[in-house]
């Protein structure tokens, strides 16, 4: 049995609403299970869906560590709240990872990665990005101190991902993924902009093309590319469409990416739906649809661990 867990945002909704939470989705029996309802009355409500729900799911010593836009939780595997922290650098964060003794955080606002250290429980490393257009330029910097980046969002970094092979981070605006081998960091791979989740994957990259409405696979061997539609929605059948919100939400966004094994990808979309496509037939072979409310949309989606 395949369990994946994933968190929702929820995209121009208003005080009092819902706004997001973790579920549970069992693949074999297409079940889900609502296990925290994100709803509290102390939301930042400025701009698209920042504050507005739980963001990047890691696990590491037996916890579930969750990110909301300003502040890191850990729960355990019942969901019972173990610790929460902030850093003054930590703003409206997207996707997280653990590498060995660290959680890595994108700091999208900052335009930074933020290091939290698992035995401390401290953040203890920070690495803050920019770009002339030609070059990209990483400085490091106190994640706890009084110093450090501007709140530009420049580059709206959205993923970090980690493999033996160095720190990889992209983001709506970095023209592709990065790398950072420890000292530099340079572009390993063009992708197109508005992109989410991109990763290493297979000698390839795997990525959301959320701009154009795709998962996309992009390999050396460019006969093993494939490109699968984020689902289309009957907008009749939708709940919650304010014409005066076309800006914070539509459906069809595509986030939310995790490789189930060596050819079978699992997706998100809104309304909040999590599709698995296969890389080998280059079929949709499952999709489930938690939620008709065009505003809910998939943030975090990995293979959850435990039993």
């Known amino acids: 049995m395949t369990t994946l867990i994933a968190t929702s945002v929820v995209r121009g909704s208003q005080q009092g609403d819902s706004h997001g939470g973790v579920y549970l989705l069992d693949t074999e029996r297409q079940q889900v299970r609502q296990m925290l309802d994100w709803n509290t009355v102390d939301i930042d409500w400025q701009g698209r869906g920042w504050d507005r729900g739980l963001r990047g799911i890691a696990f590491a010593n037996d916890k579930v560590y969750i990110a909301a836009s300003d502040e890191l939780f850990a729960y355990s595997s019942d969901f019972r709240l173990l610790g929460r922290w902030r850093s003054p650098f930590l703003k409206h964060c997207h996707e997280i990872c653990v590498w060995a003794d660290h959680l890595f955080l994108s700091s999208t606002a900052f335009d930074a990665i933020l290091g939290f250290n698992l035995k401390t429980e401290q953040f203890d490393w920070a690495l803050s990005l920019d770009t002339d257009g030609h070059q990209y330029q990483a400085g490091r910097f106190d994640p706890m101190g009084a110093s450090g980046p501007m709140m530009l969002n420049k580059l709206h970094i959205n993923n970090v991902f ?13 023209a592709g993924m990065l790398h950072f081998n420890g000292e530099r960091v340079n572009l390993s791979a063009s992708l197109p902009a508005g992109t989410h989740n991109a990763r290493p994957f297979n000698d390839g990259v795997l990525f959301n093309d959320t701009a154009a409405n795709y ?7 460019e006969r093993l590319d494939r490109a699968f539609k984020v689902p289309g929605q009957d907008a009749n059948l939708l709940n919650d469409r304010d014409p005066g919100e076309k800006q914070l939400a539509r459906a069809g966004f595509g986030r939310g990416l995790c490789p189930l094994n060596e050819h079978l990808v699992a997706a998100g979309s809104s309304p909040s739906t999590v599709s698995i496509h296969d890389l080998k037939s280059g079929d949709t072979v499952m999709q489930v649809q938690l939620s008709k409310d065009v505003r809910n949309a998939i943030h975090g989606l990995e293979l959850w661990p435990y039993i």
Do not use: P, Q, Y
């Open 162 to 174: 980690c493999d033996e092979n160095g720190m990889h981070i992209s983001g709506l605006k970095t």
């Open 215 to 221: 998962v996309r696979f992009a390999c050396r061997d």
